[in-house]
Nanobody, 120 residues
Framework: QVQLVESGGGLVQPGGSLRLSCAAS????????MGWYRQAPGKQREAVAAITRGGSANYIDSVKGRFTISRDNAKNTVTLQMNSLKPEDTAVYYC??????????????WGQGTQVTVSS
């Protein structure tokens, strides 16, 4: 079984920063893409940022220049550095990983979610 555990959420004022971390553990052969999603109240879950195993990253337009995703393949971790936070960034943030338990089949796994609240 594979588990994703997130940490780092909280309450921050507009313009502040937070760093989210996610660690994968369990019977892992290899992790392909990893990413962060978010879901605000009354809205659908949306992809925020993703990173390939090779380090190529993509972001939604609303966070470009403010958020940075990174990963450590040796530790099976992914991090989202969030700067210049805005109230509209308020949401539950979920870690996602495409995990191979055995080659070549992979499955998507999710973390439990961590609340990020941007408010004065």
């Amino acid at each position: 079984q594979v588990q994703l555990v997130e940490s780092g959420g909280g309450l921050v004022q507009p313009g502040g920063s937070l760093r989210l971390s996610c660690a994968a553990s369990g019977n892992i052969f290899r992790i392909n893409a990893m990413g962060w999603y978010r879901q605000a109240p009354g809205k659908q879950r949306e992809a925020v940022a993703a990173i390939t195993r090779g380090g190529s990253a993509n972001y939604i337009d609303s966070v470009k220049g403010r958020f940075t995703i990174s990963r450590d393949n040796a530790k099976n971790t992914v991090t989202l550095q969030m700067n210049s936070l805005k109230p509209e960034d308020t949401a539950v943030y979920y870690c996602n990983a495409d995990v191979m338990i055995t080659w070549p089949r992979s499955s998507a796994y999710w973390g439990q979610g961590t609340q990020v609240t941007v408010s004065s």
